[in-house]
Structures are given as C-alpha cells and as structure tokens.
Nanobody
Framework: QVSLVESGGGLVQAGGSLRLSCVLS????????MAWFRQAPGKEREFVAA????????EYANSVKGRFIISRDNAKNTQYLQMNSLKPEDTAVYYC?????????????????WGQGTQVTVSS
C-alpha cells in the first residue's frame, strides 16, 4: 500500500521561505512521477509543480515560477518543494501527489496517490 506523508508546513511572513517534504513508502519511489498541488480556502485544488520520476524535468504553475523549486531524492524516497518569496496568496493546504509514470502531468485526475496535506500560511 502506497503512503505519502507531507511535512514542513507552517506560518511564515510574506517574503519568507519554507521547504515542504513528502515521503513515499510502500512502492519503489523512482517509478513515480510526483507533483505538488494546493487548495486555498473556498477554491478548487490547483497544480503547483511536477517532476519526472528521474527528476530530470520539472514544470511549474505560472503563479509560482521563479519562486518555487521542486526536487526529489530517490535514495530517500522523498520529494521537496522549496518555496521562496512567499506571498499571502500562497496560503493553502499543500498536497503531495504521485503516479506510476515517467512523464509529467499537471492534471489532478492523473494522480492516484495523495498525501493528507500540510497547511502553509503566509501573513502579510
């Protein structure tokens, strides 16, 4: 059974940084394309960033491009989201998602495995 567990969320001031982590267990991590999504209060869940199973290609939502960096360490079964220059509009629950595939996907329905989410709050 696949399990995804996020950590690293919290409260930060605008302009600050946070790093989210997501650990996958139960299957071979290097077989999974991974992504981060987020859901703000009253809004639908949206794509943030994705990375291929080997970590050689990444993709970002326009709203975070240049500020967030997605990465992974296949030896540690972990993906990361480094979030810099945070803005109040980045406040959301951030979800880790995985799929057994090589290529990147940005649509929520492409991912079959999800974490429980971690809250990120950015104060102005």
């Amino acid at each position: 059974q696949v399990s995804l567990v996020e950590s690293g969320g919290g409260l930060v001031q605008a302009g600050g940084s946070l790093r989210l982590s997501c650990v996958l267990s139960g299957r071979t991590f290097s077989n999974f394309g991974m992504a981060w999504f987020r859901q703000a209060p009253g809004k639908e869940r949206e794509f943030v960033a994705a990375i291929t199973s080997l970590g050689d290609t990444t993709e970002y939502a326009n709203s975070v491009k240049g500020r967030f960096i997605i990465s992974r360490d296949n030896a540690k079964n972990t993906q990361y989201l480094q979030m810099n220059s945070l803005k109040p509009e980045d406040t959301a629950v951030y979800y880790c998602a995985g799929r057994i595939a090589f290529f990147i996907a940005t649509r929520e329905e492409s991912y079959g495995y999800w974490g429980q989410g971690t809250q990120v709050t950015v104060s102005s």
